[in-house]
């Protein structure tokens, strides 16, 4: 209550209508993690304190009116905090700027917002989607943009365990070349133990014939005693026909309550149009959760590239941290 209190305060400095909310609140993370990180082949190690192991920091503010018969008018504004060195990127809402409107036929989203793609494509993601992550070394398919300017996206109801999602970033530039329009569909599932997710993006500049496109396919199968996690994703340059093949496989084990073990193992190659590179990694993670908002973890992550046999990058992570979220 006092938190909500305290929101509505700083949103009202920032515009008088924020007193028509029917609900405004402040939310976030904070996350720092300690440890030793080489980047490169041959570098030498470099102990860091740094932000984001777990979960990447953040300040956000979120609000929404009921404007009846189970419609609602929300917005969402949120931005990178740094907490290592204290700055909070000038205060730009860069992870997400948005307004919309949310019913029964489900939400629309006008703003900077995450694309269809985004929101499922790390859903079974290994070693709890975070630095430790083996697929963010290895993958060529996670190099898309994530949140591009000028979004609109729709978010479906559920419909018997599936919700889809489409979204289309406009590019604002009259035609001019080199212009980017992001395009992305998403489909997922939960059902039982099974939550499984599809997707696809396509950034086009205009003025060229240049385009990237990305898939993703992902699974993970909960056991009880061990959940299953699988994933397959591509990366194409349409013009150069460069393009790159990924998979991975992991698992997270709940050893008590509140301790849980993630592990994974990730491949990415190139073809011969994209540097006939071959990526692997592992990554191996565990956390601790001291209360329901707080969570202390530790984690190691290695990896390599070789091309022709031949190594010609590396990058390890040890680190530990502690992650609170409000």
Do not use: C
Not at 66 to 94: C, H, K, M, Q, Y
Not at 246 to 266: F, K, M, N, Q, R
């Amino acid at each position: 209550m006092k938190k909500t209190l305290v929101a509505w305060a700083v949103m009202s400095a920032f515009a008088g209508t924020a007193a028509a909310q029917s609900s405004v609140s402040i939310y976030g993370i904070v996350d720092l993690w300690v440890g030793s990180t080489k980047s490169g082949l041959g570098a030498q190690s470099v102990t860091s304190l740094d932000n984001g192991g777990l979960s990447p920091s953040r300040l956000g503010f979120k609000g929404s009116e009921d404007l009846g018969g189970g419609l609602s008018a929300v917005f969402t504004i949120e931005g990178n905090l740094t907490p290592d060195n204290g700055t909070a990127g000038r205060l730009a809402f860069d992870r997400q700027s948005y307004v919309g409107l949310e019913g029964g036929f489900g939400a629309v989203h006008f703003g900077r917002v995450w694309t269809s793609f985004y929101d499922v494509e790390a859903l079974a993601f290994t070693s709890f989607d975070s630095a430790f992550t083996p697929e963010y070394y290895a993958f060529g398919s996670v190099d898309y943009t994530g949140n591009p300017n000028n979004g609109i996206k729709y978010v479906s109801p559920e419909f018997g365990g599936f919700t889809g999602t489409a979204s289309y970033a406009i590019d604002e530039k009259n035609g001019a070349a080199n212009e980017v329009k992001t395009g992305a569909l998403g489909l997922s599932y939960t059902g039982g133990p099974l939550t499984a997710v599809v997707a696809y993006q396509q950034e086009k500049a205009t003025g060229t014939p240049n385009s990237l496109s990305f898939t993703r396919i992902s699974a993970a199968y909960d056991l009880g005693v061990v959940v299953l996690k699988g994933n397959y994703g591509t990366a194409k340059d349409n013009l150069s026909d460069a393009k790159s093949k990924d998979y991975s496989l992991g698992v997270d084990v709940p050893l008590s309550e509140a301790l849980t073990l993630g592990a994974g193992y990730a491949r990415g190659k190139d073809n011969a149009a994209g540097g006939s590179d071959k990526r692997s990694a592992y990554g191996l993670a565990a956390t601790y959760g001291l209360s329901k908002r707080t969570t202390v973890y530790a984690g190691i992550t290695k990896g390599e590239t070789k091309n022709g046999g031949v190594k010609t990058d590396e990058e390890n992570l040890y680190a530990v941290g502690l992650r609170h979220t409000f």
